[in-house]
């Protein structure tokens, strides 16, 4: 089969930004965001992501340990700076202005999407079940054969 090149109506379908919904911050008010995928390497190549969380970044993309020590810190610094980025309604200038800040589900969901895009949050928010128990008996694992 011969490959064809993306014509221009696919491109700029392609540049269209998503409505996801994200994590709420209160349960009866539904938290749905204007967002786009982001590249952390472009961020990098801008300087959106400074030279001090660049090892940090590359423990992100690439998932391995840096040799300089990354901390937390610096590691939420770059999901937030990711997020920050993909947010584009409401922004985070928005959301300040009207006293809230992303929640940790809220940065992990917008650093997930700008990863994997829609695929990655659908799985990320399927429906978990009540895990509470009515006995309290311990469950304990079946001996391995």
Same mark, same amino acid.
Request: glycine content about 6%.
């Given at each position: 089969m011969e490959l064809k090149v993306t014509n221009m109506e696919e491109l700029k379908k392609m540049a269209e930004y998503d409505v996801i919904k994200l994590p709420r911050f209160k349960a009866e008010i539904p938290f749905n965001?204007?967002?786009?995928r982001v590249?952390?390497?472009?961020l990098v190549r801008t300087g959106t992501i400074p030279n001090k969380l660049l090892s940090?970044? &590359? %423990?992100?993309?690439?998932g391995k340990q840096s040799s300089k020590?990354?901390?937390l810190k610096q590691l939420t610094d770059v999901m937030f700076i990711m997020a920050e980025n993909a947010l584009v309604e409401p922004?985070?200038?928005?959301?300040?202005?009207?006293?809230?800040e992303l929640t940790d589900e809220q940065i992990v969901s917008l650093f997930n999407y700008t990863q994997e895009g829609l695929k990655d949050l659908e799985s990320?928010? &399927? %429906?978990?079940?009540?895990n509470v128990s009515d006995s309290d008996k311990q469950t304990v694992q079946e001996k391995a054969e």
């Open positions: 965001v204007k967002v786009k590249s952390l390497l472009n940090a970044a &590359e %423990e992100l993309f690439y020590g990354v901390d922004s985070i200038k928005d959301l300040e202005s009207v006293g809230l990320f928010r &399927e %429906e978990q079940k009540d």
